[in-house]
Every structure is written in structure tokens, then in C-alpha cells.
């Protein structure tokens, strides 16, 4: 697994801007990868997943990309607000596991978006 | 509720002593988690459980921890003899389906061990 240091790396962007949070996996076994946003004081909650047979994937002002060759994951907020601003993590699992649901967390990442 | 209740929000011992800490997954949710949040080691899974298969408790970092789910709902996590570095927020999370990574979490339990 990866550990996380005090300092985690850090985004601040003007709201509408883009952006762009990315993430660096481990394994190349694993064929699910999935973005999580945690607010303070709250668990992590659900953005947007990929399974590794594709290699893009877009949902509402999100889109997650997949490059499997160097082993490199990332997240795209278009029209960033405000409310984005939080803690955001990869998370990686494979099939050989019990579950996908058993996920390896990166480091997170701290947006943060001024008005 | 419609969420994943965790209790107590925060739990303060003295090193040595045990502690519970109480998961209400959303209903007809078939898989539970537990996670640890710590500064040092980021997220972390602990246990898994799935419907009435043994669970998975490979990320259990001692035999001080254990974990039960009773009639497939409620999950006690249990710590015996705390120590100072197992302060941590520890998270559950519960799934409609164990073939899914996607979670729904509790705020957690900010454990702090004195």
C-alpha cells in the first residue's frame, strides 16, 4: 500500500476554472480504479469509476482517465465550484480479490477552489 | 436512515483499555466494510464482510482487533488492550453489491487513545 505523509499534495484553482487531480496506482493487477471526495468531518463519497477495459469515462462535469501503460489515473472536474473544494483519493482493486469493494487508497489530494 | 450511522462520532481511552465501535449499514445492503483513517498510513481496509461467507479480515493489523456482524446488519469493531497508534478515524462502509466499489460511508469514529 501507499503511505501518506503530512504534506499531501495540494490544487487550488479560481472557480470555473478545470481541473485536473492526478493519481499514480501500483499494481498492475488491478482492473478497477475509482475517485472518492471526503469533506471535513465526513467519509469519503463516491465520484466516478473505470474498469481497465476502458480507458475513458465521463459522468456529470467529471471525466476519469485510464493510461494502463504507465500506470496513471486522473480526474477531470470541468466548471470547478466551491463546493468541490475537499480531499480527493484514487482507490485501486482487482478482480482477484474477494471484492471490489476491498480497494487500495492513494494519498489524496487537496483542492481547493477560490470564489 | 438513509445512511451509514456510525457510533460513537468520538471516543477518547486510556492505552490499555478495549473499545466498540458500532456500524448501521444501509439496509439491504449485503457488504460491510471497515477502514482506518490515519495521517501516517492514509486509508486503509481492515475487514469484509459479505452475507453470511466468513469475512475477510486480511487487513487486520493485530490479534487485538476483531470485527463481528450480527444477522447481517449491525457490525461491532472491537480493539482490545489499545495502544497510542491505533488513533485513527475508523470508517465503515456498506455496498448493495460485493462486486462494486462503490461505497457509501459513515462520517466515522475519531478513536483517540491517551
Known amino acids: 500500500g501507499e503511505s501518506v505523509g503530512l504534506h499531501l499534495p495540494t490544487l487550488s484553482v479560481q472557480e470555473g476554472d478545470n481541473s485536473i487531480i492526478n493519481c499514480a496506482y501500483s499494481n498492475s493487477a488491478s482492473d478497477y480504479f475509482i475517485w472518492y471526495k471526503q469533506e471535513s468531518g465526513k467519509g469519503p463519497q463516491f465520484i466516478i469509476d473505470?474498469?481497465?477495459?476502458?480507458d475513458k469515462r465521463q459522468g456529470q462535469r467529471v471525466t476519469v482517465l485510464l493510461n494502463k501503460t504507465v500506470k496513471h489515473l486522473s480526474l477531470q472536474i470541468a466548471a470547478t465550484q466551491p463546493g468541490d473544494s475537499a480531499v480527493y483519493f484514487c482507490a485501486e482493486a482487482n478482480a482477484g480479490g474477494t471484492s471490489y469493494g476491498k480497494l487500495t487508497f492513494g494519498q489524496g489530494t487537496i483542492l481547493t477552489v477560490h470564489p | 436512515g438513509a445512511g451509514v450511522s456510525q457510533s460513537p462520532s468520538n471516543k477518547v481511552t486510556e492505552k490499555g483499555k478495549d473499545v466498540e465501535l458500532r456500524c448501521d449499514p444501509i439496509s439491504g445492503h449485503t457488504a460491510l466494510y471497515w477502514y482506518r483513517q490515519s495521517l501516517g498510513q492514509g486509508l486503509e481496509f481492515l475487514i469484509y464482510f459479505q452475507g453470511n461467507s466468513a469475512p475477510d479480515k486480511s487487513g487486520l493489523p493485530s490479534d487485538r482487533f476483531s470485527a463481528e456482524r450480527t444477522g447481517g446488519s449491525v457490525s461491532t469493531l472491537t480493539i482490545q488492550r489499545t495502544q497510542q497508534e491505533d488513533s485513527a478515524v475508523y470508517l465503515c462502509a456498506s455496498s448493495f453489491l460485493s462486486e462494486s466499489g462503490i461505497l457509501f460511508f459513515g462520517s466515522g469514529t475519531q478513536l483517540s487513545v491517551l
Open positions: 473505470i474498469r481497465s477495459n476502458m
